[in-house]
């Protein structure tokens, strides 16, 4: 179609009447996404026989594509939460790396574990080993819980197979394993930056306090070990480690092995299968069912994977209704009409997607409704804005996250989480850290654009 003044109009009305949807009148983002794609089809002037092939298209399209890896990707995540494997990967790392360094311990293990879990579930899963190590070193929580925090959030918006990343990246194209791979470097910057915020003089002055835990007394150098509350043996940390870095080794051999192998060679097909993100969760989800060792039992795994498809369920909906917008505004040719028009413009191309999805992200309170929307949003401009995929869902995913607010459920679940902190402490400990490091994560994006 072709695209003006009126159809950059309708795009922008689209958004808006989207954000004031699921953030003011509580529609659920599925519904507003699919209910707002119709409307703007119509407000586009598309064919009235036109409007639902598209939005249905779009809709089957995105889900084909990436649904499968959601599930494998959340199934991970949850049974690391039913095992206690998340608590494991704490205690390794902080052996790693040793009491004195608790904070960057916390840090790492946020990073880590937020990988495969969603980073609502990752901090309910982690506060209390934040809280039991500040009570047993006697280091204020602010410090422990914003470094984890700041992990939690960096991978929970950069690293496939988190869910969103991962659905941006399909919708946008974007190679996994180089997402991964630079995904690992924003995210870094991200949680060094939000981490060196909550343990600045200024918060520690602010926050002295240390948790306080019943039955956790101060550690002597001997014993510094968390366990699971009911005292169930945890499982073995190979088998944890293993879980999350096995698939996202499979995928990156792929992603680079292809560099180096000839398109005629017979090892490309297979590389490419082994690779291929959904076998490669798959590997993990198995390693995953085998981590404890106390409950292998079909009866046990049904109960996992039955809850890993409900916890599941709204991403690959939000992902398909997301596609479903998508493929409206790319059929509307706005896309191209708009990248024209940053192309006068003196701002590097780059930070278009930033600064979309920091908006959805200020204004929906939702990383991953920012990812999916961003991305949909971005997909037409692709063309006029001559980025890379996997640049242009680094910088998404950047600014995905920016400034997480009292919209945001994961704000309350942070404050909740931890013997309710006062909202005040919450803005301090989470939106401060998260709006700089989104700002340290695009900086980043912004030097890769240049090399890639």
Known sequence: MEAGLGSLIVMILSIVLLVFSIMKLKVHPVFALIIV???????????????FPTVTGGFGGTIGNIGIVIILGCSIGVILEETGGAMVLANTILKWVGRKNSKLAMALTGY?????????????????????????GGIPLVALLG?????IMATHTMVPPTPGPIA???????????MIVLGLITSAAYTFVG????????????YPEPAVMENVDLADDSNFELSNPDGRPLPHAGMA??????????????????LFIEAESAAKPILGFIGHPIFALFVGVVIALFMDKENISLTVWQKWLNISVEKSGFIILATGAAGAFGAVLRASGVGTYLGDLIATTALPAVFIPFLVSLLLSVANGSATVSLLTGSAIILPLMPSLGLSPVIATLAIAAGSS??????????????KSNGDLPMRQGFDVVSIPTALGSLAAMAVVFVMSFFF
Do not use: E, Q
């Open 168 to 178: 941006a990246a399909g919708t946008l194209g974007a190679d996994l394993g180089f």
């Open 37 to 51: 794609a119709v409307l703007a089809a119509f407000g586009f002037g598309f064919p009235i026989k036109d409007v």
């Open 112 to 136: 880590l574990v937020s990988i495969p879990v969603f980073s609502d579930s990752a901090i309910v899963i982690m506060s209390p080993v934040a809280r039991a190590l500040s009570a047993r």
């Open 147 to 151: 470094a984890l925090n700041a992990g």
């Open 241 to 258: 480690f293993a879980s999350i870095l096995v698939p996202v080794l499979l995928i990156c051999i792929n992603s680079f092995g292809t």
């Open 402 to 415: 920016f400034f997480y607010h009292a919209n945001a459920s994961h704000f309350w679940v942070v404050l």
């Open 195 to 206: 981490s060196a915020w909550c343990n600045s003089k200024y918060m520690l002055n602010k």
